[in-house]
């Protein structure tokens, strides 16, 4: 069964600081991850996305990295910010066809406090 | 380009009625998919269009239906409403690998 799974399931931060949030996937065949950032009442805003050979992936102060042997994602937040506090979401694609099938996470909520 | 525009913002029905939401894709992309999505758990696919056929469809039942017309815009029905069916529902565009979400429309069923 296609699964995606994250941790933590909240997580709260001073602001200034650094944040790792995780990703573990059981989806095959896979096509890509992506991390999605989701701010409350609004539609999801992709970060980064990541193919089966690349390791790392950076936007700005965002860096996703992925193990595709572990099947491992994890995506760091350098020197947090107030703006930072939102719902991440790993997103998995399975390709399927001309198509690919996303697999969402539950997502992390992250809080940011000054 | 306005990237993926999603009407109405927000909506309210009464239990038992019917609603369309409408999504506009993102200039170029022609495949759109639905997500509905509860109050704090993540997007759940619903069904999701590529030349005006359904190609893919997740765990929701028959009352959830939907149009993509051959500008590529797309409609969501759900018929018989149901308290449970209060979500935002996003529309997202694609194109090959790439994927943007819409704004949403809030949709409260009392």
């Known amino acids: 069964k296609n699964q995606v799974e994250q941790s933590p399931q909240s997580l709260i931060i001073l602001e200034g600081k650094n944040c790792t949030l995780q990703?573990?996937?059981?989806?095959?065949?896979?096509?890509?991850l992506r991390w999605y950032k989701q701010d409350t009442g609004r539609g999801p805003v992709s970060l980064t996305i990541?193919?089966?050979?690349?390791n790392t992936k950076s936007n700005g102060r965002y860096t996703a990295t992925l193990d595709a042997d572990t099947k491992q994602s994890s995506l760091h937040i350098t020197a947090s910010q107030l703006s930072d506090s939102a719902s991440y979401i790993c997103?998995?694609?399975?390709?399927?066809?001309?198509?690919?099938?996303?697999?969402f996470g539950q997502g992390t909520t992250l809080q940011v406090k000054p | 380009d306005a990237g993926v525009t999603q009407s109405p913002t927000h909506l309210i029905k009464t239990r038992g009625q019917q609603v369309t939401l409408r999504c506009s894709p993102k200039?170029?992309?022609?495949?759109v998919s639905w997500y509905q999505q509860a109050l704090g758990q993540g997007p759940q696919f619903i069904f999701q269009?590529?030349?005006?056929?359904?190609?893919q469809r997740g765990n929701f039942p028959d009352r959830f239906s939907g149009h993509q017309f051959p500008n590529y815009s797309s409609e969501l029905n759900v018929n018989a409403l149901l308290l449970g069916y209060s979500a935002l529902y996003l529309c997202?565009?694609?194109?090959?690998?790439?994927?943007?979400f819409g704004p949403g429309t809030r949709l409260t069923v009392l």
């Open positions: 997202a565009s694609s194109s090959v690998d790439t994927q943007y």
């Open positions: 990703c573990n996937y059981t989806v095959s065949p896979f096509s890509n």
């Open positions: 990541m193919t089966f050979s690349e």
């Open positions: 997103v998995v694609s399975a390709r399927s066809g001309n198509t690919g099938k996303l697999i």
């Open positions: 200039s170029g992309h022609d495949t």
């Open positions: 269009y590529y030349e005006e056929e359904e190609r």
